[in-house]
Structure formats: structure tokens, C-alpha cells
């Protein structure tokens, strides 16, 4: 018997014992190709030879020293480069262990702004349903995932909850694309309104939409709309990358898809692409300013934070992605994903939408194409299809209805960067006969 205690507490997953490239090999020698880097973490596949590298030569060198005394040169470098690949004046970093803590982090730093200027009335932040952003309190508060929020309810701070940009199941049959996010827009300004302006700190999403919903985009105008309102109320806007950035989508930060540029950024997964537990912060010299002027002191701090050994696998892992010009890779691989998804399963009878960006890809079941039902929720139809992929030696990242009832089945895709052409026809072949098999066996 296992004395951890795992995600499920019905039995112990199979023992990873190594990896190379996008293959995992377990205990038994199974080997598995990892169509999703785990959570989108995975971006430059495993044992990278830069990366490891860097790290042995920042352990033998300095593992950790604790930041109430010193700085280290690993995360002032990666501070640097971020700030130099960042758009904006986005310059001011923060390192955590992970997505969760640089929400956290965000949260904080968002709601002390407006104490430096000030302003403690504004005490409120406007999240959208149809989210995830953490499993710490403060995450989850901002988060709108009814299932993972239900029973810690009562802990958690009220939030001013507004529709997420989810163009598939949301857009009425008689509206353009313009005019539902209008109408999103429209919601947001009145619960602005409604709240009072002046009692709000920050507007939190994810640019593009990932765990919840399977790798949802916002619609043209959606994002820049937002950074309107936010400037025209004095709110800052808040991007949660922490799924969709730092290569991910084809552009660093995905938002720089929408031609915006948000006040506060949080990150995570692929920053140090698993090779260490990192997450940041990175902030505007507007957010950083009061604080400056004012305290002095960022009201905040773990014990991890700026961790050296993890900030040096963050630098090697973003300088092999510019050195290497994975960016584009990512591009285009991610269009070769999208157009195998839509060849092989856009006439699927029980495929409703396929949608993402770069190597960012969702694929949502329906029961029934036309009036977009989902199955039905007891036939756990993502969870059959997670064991028929992992039996075909693929891993995909499944989840299933639990967003407000109204959400079906969905399948995540977010291979590492370095995967091959040959590979990506791989992943689409086999996602394609799990889904063909397991959805017949459901309807
Ligand atoms: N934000 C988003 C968008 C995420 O997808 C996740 C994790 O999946 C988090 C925050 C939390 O990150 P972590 O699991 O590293 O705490």
C-alpha cells in the first residue's frame, strides 16, 4: 500500500521511473507519449540536456539560500530575461514554487496597490465562471469551478462572478461574433457598475481557457474590451498565463494574441517546464510604483521564493525556447494539430467543437451535435477515454461535466514543443480511434 495520498484514493498510478523526449516509460517498461506535458507543463520534453545542465551546475554551485538574506545570480537572470522578452513595461518579477502561489501572489499584490494609493475600500475582484486559477484558498476563490469550490464554499472570499468568452456554447444562433462579445462586455461593465468601481481591485481570468474547459480562446476584441473597461474604472487587470503562456500558444503570453497588454501576469507550468516546482509573478511599474513610494515592502514571501535551483532550470528552459526559435515550432506544429483534429474528427457525430491555439488544443464531445448536448455526466465518457488512450500508450488530459451542468466531456492536448511531425500524426491517430470507440460505446 501506497502512503501517499494520491488524486484518487481507489488505487496507486503506475510508477514513472524515466523519461526522454515526450516519452515516459513506467515501472513495467510501458512507454508513453505525452500528448499533454503532463498539465501543459512539459514544454521542452524530458532530459533536456541544456537543462539539466544548468541545473547541476546551479546545485553543485548554490542549491538554496534564503531571500531575507540574499539574492542569487539564477533568479536575477531569469528576471532579466523575462523582463526582456516581455511586452510593455511588464519588469517587475516574483518567483513562487508554482501556479497556485503566483495567483496568491497576484491577489496580493493587486489588492496592496490599491492600500499604498490609498484606496483599502477596493477589497472585491470580478472572476469569471468557467475558470480555474489554484487549489489554495485564494485561488479558488477567484476560480469558478463549482466542483473543486463546492465543499470549501464557506472558506472562501465572495467574488463577483461574471460569464467566461466561451463562443461555442454561449453565442445565440442569431448573434455575430461581435455581438456576443459585446454582450460579454456589457456584463462586465454593469457588474462593474453594479459593485461599484470603486470597490474593485481586479479583473482575474485566463486568457485562454484551460482545465476547465478544454483550451477555449476569447473572441477578437474580447480581451481588448477588457482592458478598456479595467483603464476606464481604474481596475487592473489580472491574465492568468498560467496554463496558456510562455510559449504554449505560439507567442510567449497568449494575450499578445489579442493585442493587449494586462497589469499583472501570473505563470507557472511551462516556465520551468517541470524540471523544477516554479511559478511568477510579473507586474507593470504601474502596479510596482506605490509600493516603492510607499511601504517599501511587498507584504508578502514564502521560504521558496526566487529559489535558485529552480530559477536556473526556468533560465535554461526559456533560453533553449528563444535560442532555439520554438515559438515557431510551436506555430507550427499547432496548425499541422489543428488541421489533423479537424480532418479526422471534424465530421465525428459526437464531436461538438475543436478549438485552441498553437499546441493548445481542446476537442468537446456531444451526445448530440445539433442541439450541443452532453453526455451524460455518470458515463465519466472523458475518464474512458483518458484508460483507452493510456492503453494505446498515449496520455491526454480529460475532464467532464462538471460546469454547471451544461458542459460535456472534453479532451486536452498540449504536447511538448519538440514534437515531431511524424509524432503529432501519432497523437491524432490514436486520440481519434479512442474517441470513435468510446463515444459509440456511450451513445
Ligand atoms: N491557473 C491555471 C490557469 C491553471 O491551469 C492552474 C493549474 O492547472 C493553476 C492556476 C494552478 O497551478 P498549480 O497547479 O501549479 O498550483
Known amino acids: 500500500m501506497s502512503h501517499i495520498i494520491h488524486r484518487s484514493l481507489a488505487g496507486t498510478p503506475p510508477v514513472a521511473a524515466a523519461a526522454q523526449g515526450i516519452w515516459i516509460t513506467d515501472a513495467n517498461g510501458k512507454r508513453y507519449l505525452d500528448a499533454c506535458g503532463g498539465a501543459a507543463v512539459s514544454c521542452l520534453g524530458h532530459g533536456h540536456p541544456d537543462v539539466l545542465a544548468a541545473l547541476h551546475a546551479q546545485i553543485d554551485k548554490l542549491a538554496y539560500a534564503h531571500t531575507g538574506f540574499f539574492t542569487?545570480?539564477?533568479?536575477?537572470?531569469?528576471?532579466?530575461?523575462?523582463?526582456?522578452h516581455a511586452p510593455g513595461d511588464l519588469t517587475h518579477c516574483y518567483f513562487v514554487s508554482g501556479g497556485s502561489e503566483a495567483i496568491e501572489t497576484a491577489l496580493k499584490l493587486a489588492r496592496q496597490y490599491f492600500v499604498e494609493l490609498g484606496e483599502p475600500e477596493r477589497t472585491t475582484f470580478i472572476a469569471r465562471r468557467q475558470s480555474y486559477h489554484g487549489n489554495t484558498l485564494g485561488a479558488l476563490a477567484v476560480g469558478g469551478n463549482e466542483w473543486r469550490r463546492r465543499q470549501f464554499a464557506p472558506l472562501l472570499m465572495d467574488v463577483v462572478r461574471v460569464s467566461a468568452c466561451n463562443e461555442y456554447r454561449d453565442r445565440a444562433a442569431d448573434e455575430s461574433q461581435e455581438q456576443y462579445t459585446a454582450r460579454l462586455l456589457n456584463?462586465?461593465?454593469?457588474?462593474?457598475l453594479d459593485a461599484g468601481p470603486q470597490t474593485i481591485i481586479g479583473f482575474v481570468a485566463e486568457t485562454v481557457v484551460?482545465?476547465?474547459?478544454?483550451?477555449?480562446?476569447?473572441?477578437?476584441?474580447?480581451?481588448?474590451?477588457v482592458r478598456r473597461l479595467c483603464d476606464k474604472y481604474g481596475i487592473l487587470y489580472i491574465a492568468d498565463e498560467v496554463m496558456c503562456g510562455m510559449?504554449?500558444?505560439?507567442?510567449?503570453?497568449?494575450?499578445?494574441?489579442d493585442g493587449v497588454v494586462p497589469d499583472i501576469?501570473?505563470?507557472?507550468?511551462?516556465l520551468g517546464g517541470g524540471y523544477q516546482p516554479i511559478g511568477a509573478v510579473i507586474a507593470s511599474d504601474k502596479v510596482l510604483a506605490p509600493l516603492r513610494t510607499g511601504s517599501g515592502l511587498f507584504q508578502h514571501g514564502h521560504t521558496y521564493i526566487c529559489h535558485p535551483t529552480a530559477a536556473a532550470a526556468a533560465l535554461a528552459v526559456q533560453q533553449v525556447i528563444q535560442r532555439d526559435n520554438l515559438l515557431v515550432q510551436?506555430?507550427?506544429?499547432?496548425a499541422q494539430l489543428a488541421a489533423l483534429l479537424r480532418e479526422a474528427l471534424g465530421d465525428n457525430p459526437f464531436v461538438g467543437d475543436i478549438r485552441g491555439r498553437g499546441l493548445f488544443m481542446g476537442v468537446e464531445l456531444v451526445r448530440d451535435r445539433e442541439t450541443k448536448t452532453p453526455f451524460d455526466p455518470a458515463?465519466?465518457?472523458?475518464?474512458?477515454?483518458?484508460?483507452?488512450?493510456?492503453?494505446?500508450?498515449?496520455?491526454?488530459?480529460?475532464?467532464?461535466?462538471?460546469?454547471?451542468?451544461?458542459?460535456?466531456?472534453h479532451v486536452l492536448l498540449a504536447p511538448p514543443f519538440i514534437i515531431s511531425p511524424?509524432?503529432?500524426?501519432?497523437?491524432?491517430?490514436?486520440?481519434?480511434?479512442?474517441i470513435r470507440e468510446e463515444t459509440e460505446k456511450a451513445a
Not at 210 to 225: E, F, M, N, Q, R
Open 265 to 270: 501576469v501570473a505563470m507557472a507550468k511551462g
Open 72 to 84: 542569487s545570480d539564477a533568479a536575477e537572470g531569469l528576471a532579466k530575461h523575462l523582463a526582456a
Open 379 to 409: 458515463l465519466k465518457l472523458h475518464v474512458a477515454i483518458k484508460r483507452h488512450c493510456l492503453a494505446r500508450g498515449l496520455m491526454v488530459y480529460p475532464m467532464g461535466g462538471t460546469l454547471d451542468g451544461r458542459q460535456g466531456d
Open 210 to 225: 484551460g482545465a476547465t474547459s478544454g483550451a477555449i480562446p476569447p473572441t477578437p476584441g474580447y480581451l481588448a474590451g
Open 247 to 257: 510559449g504554449r500558444t505560439g507567442t510567449l503570453y497568449a494575450f499578445e494574441q
Open 330 to 334: 510551436v506555430q507550427e506544429r499547432g
Open 187 to 192: 456584463e462586465l461593465e454593469q457588474a462593474i
Open 422 to 434: 511524424q509524432q503529432t500524426e501519432q497523437v491524432v491517430t490514436h486520440l481519434t480511434a479512442a
